[in-house]
């Protein structure tokens, strides 16, 4: 193969840059280094922490075109120093061990490009190495000097291009043996001026052209130890001989495959679908050849019924029938499973978490579901689930990955509703079951989703809190709210109190709740009423001080803890229709994060003018800016809106957060906060999440001018 067609460009978001290079180590999965993911993804680039199951985009090349797919982490090692610690210093250590990724690429197997043959390296081999365009002017050839450990120095020659900038995760490509033997990692640069940073002359004692790189003995021990040796060593599966559904395939095919022509035809359809190169002498599998792939590739019996469904109906239904009789094949062609992905990948990141909801409602008898943590695996699970159906007890069944389908699309509107359900129909079709038994499936989807719009609000404690002008003095107003709407609990809103006095006041009365709830029920919430100097106020780090106390009590960690803001909203009534609207759309509506210290409050009020759907705001920027942000969002009407009290600007507690389902917030924020109490290095912000529910009343409240302390 020519050897520029093994780079493959990492494109960074936005820009459509190169942020660096990568190459395919099978024909569906490449490896790049994890800071040319970080580059791309506008991330710190020596971020150790993983980016999570993100997306982006890719190019890969042939003698024809460029090819643009979206690829998606699936294993990720981190750069780490050479004494094992985390992070890397970027101006203290010059090499550092880890920094790979490894990418699945999204619909692989319609690109003509095999991957290139991996080697060791060795000291002494000449390679070569391109930019990450590929353009072939950029080749740079050098030579390992040294194999350091888990490092390998290539030095290269004085004329020519050199390594630099934008090479990083490329393949080194070794001239003589033609075959890929490690990455490009980094490049030890000239020494620079330290007031111009330009590069200074070179002195006759300085290192000229050194870079250094990752050899493949290296990426092969890495790759094993996080459980992904897979891609790499031969993982060939032979076809069980015992396998039942064998012999009944072999014979299925001679019987609606008649000639070898139509054969090799849909043999050919079939390696495109799954990924695999084709003989191009015009030779083709045997039936029993044939029926072995059909029985040792997952998703190749899948992707042979979509082939054959439109011409021969009658013999693809035989064929999945036949398909029942085997452990190996499963519900989804390659084409099926890729765009299934790529639309749950497309989804706003709250209605994602809520796909295990959706399993635990569409399959209530299954004995097991899957955790839901990686996407790809939840899938695959999901399609070895049976089905079921309302109607002929005889037909086909609905499988148990339609039906979560059909649960998921029910959360959504508009578009992405609609190509979750066209999905399921080109499914079912395929496997030739009826429209009416999905009908079914779809009509309960709606009616659980009806089910969950009327679902009961937790029991909550009202608290207004007002500061007083001394640290750590506050008056009080309670209510308590079963479902009917708040009920006062007290009357004396003169007395003064500590956080650790204000603790057990609330607890007092969330106490005389949970003595009256019913068994099971959800904890109650604690609202707490405030005015816009007091969004900050430390309410979920109130702790009691009683010595007889046997645990500790601290609220935020026990209770969810929420504050609402109603005098925003009352100033600025013309938005409480866009207020209670947004709340409709809780579960379906858009995610904004604020994260630039450039904007002003002008700009923030444009942008959610423009962005009528928007339900959620996160804001990490400096203190005084984000107050004004806040305070904003609330005041137009957004309904939840996080951010972190203790974080200058990014903020590892809104980053969290940002996985959570909106629904799930105040319980994902209190979950955060427990682990403070006990992990305070681990968890070092302070989040707080503002909660204004519409479908909830706030009693009347009396505001008052702070007072001194008394």
Request: hydrophobic share 40%; with cysteine.
């Amino acid at each position: 193969m020519d050897p520029r067609y093994a780079v493959v460009s990492v494109m960074r978001r936005g820009d459509n840059l190169t942020a660096g290079a990568g190459a395919l180590v099978t024909p569906q999965y490449l490896i790049t280094c994890a800071h040319v993911v970080n580059d791309a993804l506008g991330r710190p680039v020596l971020e150790h922490r993983p980016p999570g199951g993100v997306v982006v985009e890719v190019a890969l090349r042939t003698p024809s075109t460029v090819h643009k797919r979206r690829a998606r982490v699936e294993y990720w090692i981190p750069p780490r120093r050479r004494d094992g610690g985390l992070p890397v210093r970027e101006k203290r250590d010059h090499d550092w061990y880890g920094d790979l990724a490894v990418l699945a690429v999204d619909r692989a197997g319609d690109i003509p490009a095999p991957p290139p043959e991996w080697a060791p390296m060795e000291p002494g081999q000449r390679l070569r190495a391109w930019h990450s365009t590929g353009l072939g002017s950029t080749f740079a050839d050098v030579r390992v000097k040294s194999l350091d450990g888990a490092v390998a120095y290539v030095d290269g020659e004085s004329t020519g291009m050199a390594i630099g900038p934008a090479y990083s995760g490329g393949p080194l490509w070794s001239v003589d043996a033609q075959v890929v033997v490690g990455l490009v990692t980094g490049h030890i640069m000239p020494p620079a001026d330290p007031v111009s940073g330009r590069p200074l002359p070179y002195g006759s004692q300085q290192i000229a052209r050194r870079s250094w790189g990752i050899p493949w003995q290296t990426i092969q021990e890495e790759l094993r130890a996080v459980g992904a040796a897979g891609l790499f060593e031969d993982t060939t599966v032979e076809a069980d001989p015992g396998d039942p559904a064998l012999p009944l395939l072999a014979d299925l095919l001679a019987t609606v495959m008649s000639s070898p022509e139509e054969r090799r035809e849909r043999a050919r359809a079939v390696a495109e679908r799954c990924g695999y190169t084709y003989p191009r002498d015009g030779t083709g599998p045997g039936n029993d050849e044939f029926a072995r792939l059909l029985v040792t590739d997952p998703r190749a019996l899948a992707a042979l019924s979509e082939v054959m469904r439109l011409r021969d109906p009658s013999a693809t239904e035989r064929i999945l029938q036949a398909r029942l009789l085997s452990q190996v094949p499963l519900l989804l062609s390659p084409r099926e499973f890729d765009r299934l992905r790529s639309h749950l990948e497309q989804l706003p990141g709250s209605l994602r978490a809520r796909l295990p909801q959706a399993m635990r409602a569409a399959l209530p008898l299954a004995a097991v579901l899957p955790d839901g943590e990686r996407l790809e695996e939840t899938l695959t699970s999901l399609e070895r689930l049976s089905g079921d159906s309302h109607g002929d007890p005889a037909g086909p069944r609905v499988p148990g990955l339609l039906r979560v389908v059909e649960y998921l699309a029910v959360l959504c509107a508009g578009s992405p509703r609609a190509l979750l359900r066209l999905w399921s129909d080109g499914v079912a079709d395929r496997l030739g079951i009826p429209r009416s038994a999905l009908a079914e499936r779809r009509s309960d989807a709606e009616e659980w989703a009806r089910t969950q719009g009327a679902r009961a609000a937790p029991l909550r404690v009202l608290v207004q809190v007002r500061t007083l002008l001394g640290v750590d003095r506050y008056q009080l107003r309670l209510w308590c709210d079963e479902g009917a709407g708040p009920r006062q609990v007290s009357t004396d809103g003169e007395r003064v109190y500590s956080g650790a006095q204000a603790a057990r006041e609330v607890l007092r009365a969330l106490e005389s709740l949970c003595r009256a709830a019913d068994p099971g029920e959800r904890r109650p919430l604690v609202e707490a009423l405030v005015d816009r100097a007091g969004l900050n106020l430390p309410i979920d780090e109130w702790e009691t001080d009683d010595p007889d106390d046997v645990v500790p009590a601290v609220l935020g960690a026990e209770y969810q803890v929420v504050v609402n803001c109603p005098e925003l909203l009352r100033r600025n009534e013309r938005f409480l229709p866009d207020w209670r609207r947004r709340w409709r759309q809780l579960d379906t509506g858009t995610s904004l994060l604020f994260n630039d210290s450039a904007m002003g409050t002008r700009e923030i009020y444009g942008t959610l003018m423009d962005r009528a759907d928007a339900v959620r705001v996160a804001v990490t920027v400096p203190a005084g800016l984000r107050e004004e942000i806040v305070q904003v969002c609330l005041a137009v009407g957004v309904p939840v809106v996080v951010w972190d009290r203790a974080g200058e600007s990014r903020s590892e507690a809104v980053e969290q957060m940002g996985v959570v389902s909106t629904r799930e917030l105040p319980e994902g924020v209190r979950s955060y906060r427990a682990k403070t109490v006990h992990r305070p290095r681990d968890y070092p912000g302070r989040p707080v999440l503002a909660w204004a529910d519409a479908d909830r009343t706030v009693p009347q409240l009396y505001l008052a001018e702070p007072q001194e302390s008394a």
